[in-house]
């Protein structure tokens, strides 16, 4: 999930730099993977990690992103 929405952002700001449809695809498919229901429990806060030693939702910044 993390990596996935650092990626998004990185193909959006591509996409700004270089218009035309080379990163729309990614972004589509980046943007439609962190939409699934799955990744939000509950329709709350994402789930971006799974540890037994540690929180689901990856702290703050796991949100942030």
Same mark, same amino acid.
């Given at each position: 999930?993390?990596? $996935?929405? /650092?990626? %998004?952002?990185?193909?959006? *700001? =591509?996409?700004?730099? &270089?218009?035309?449809? =080379? !990163? *729309? *695809?990614?972004?589509?498919?980046? $943007?439609? /993977?962190? %939409?699934?229901?799955? /990744? #939000?429990?509950?329709?709350? &806060? !994402? %789930? +971006?990690? #799974? &540890?037994?030693?540690? *929180?689901? +939702?990856?702290?703050?910044?796991?949100?942030?992103?």
């Amino acid at each position: 999930m993390r990596t $996935t929405a /650092h990626w %998004l952002i990185t193909l959006l *700001d =591509a996409r700004e730099r &270089s218009p035309g449809a =080379a !990163f *729309d *695809d990614a972004i589509t498919r980046a $943007t439609d /993977h962190l %939409l699934r229901p799955g /990744h #939000r429990p509950g329709g709350a &806060s !994402f %789930l +971006c990690r #799974r &540890s037994a030693t540690k *929180d689901q +939702c990856n702290g703050i910044i796991g949100q942030a992103w």
